[in-house]
């Protein structure tokens, strides 16, 4: 897949770099044990990737994907609506996006590996 330069929102850069600093128990064992130094597939992904006007959790450029990690506070009613509009808007720019909840990360991150493994094999027939 050919890897294409996505604008963003130079206001979010102190913001994400807190982010990558704080990460949450979630984001940092999935980080630690499918994402860092390309142990996944060989894909390259960074953390608290700036695109367009969102931060998303994780992104691989050679993939077009981006992985979200959803903590409590994604699932009120707003928040629902939120995510799913923020989606849409990086689906706009080419982008996949997977999401996988705290629990999932924490409690079977064995599940999330064949998970994304899955995804991983139809990403690449397309």
Not at 35 to 43: D, E, I, P, T
Not at 60 to 73: A, F, Q, W, Y
Not at 78 to 96: C, F, M, P, S, W
């Amino acid at each position: 897949m050919q890897d294409k330069y996505i604008s963003y929102d130079t206001r979010l850069k102190t913001r994400a770099r807190e982010l990558r600093k704080n990460q949450t128990p979630a984001e940092n064992y999935i980080w630690q044990k499918i994402l860092r130094n390309k142990q996944f597939f060989g894909y390259k992904f960074t953390r608290q990737k700036m695109l367009g006007f969102f931060i998303a959790d994780f992104y691989c450029s050679e993939l077009k994907l981006v992985i979200e990690i959803d903590g409590d506070t994604h699932f009120s009613d707003e928040a629902i609506v939120y995510d799913e509009e923020r989606t849409l808007e990086l689906n706009k720019l080419g982008l996949q996006v997977i999401r996988y909840t705290n629990k999932e990360i924490l409690e079977n991150i064995e599940g999330v590996y064949e998970n994304l493994k899955n995804k991983l094999h139809n990403l690449q027939k397309s």
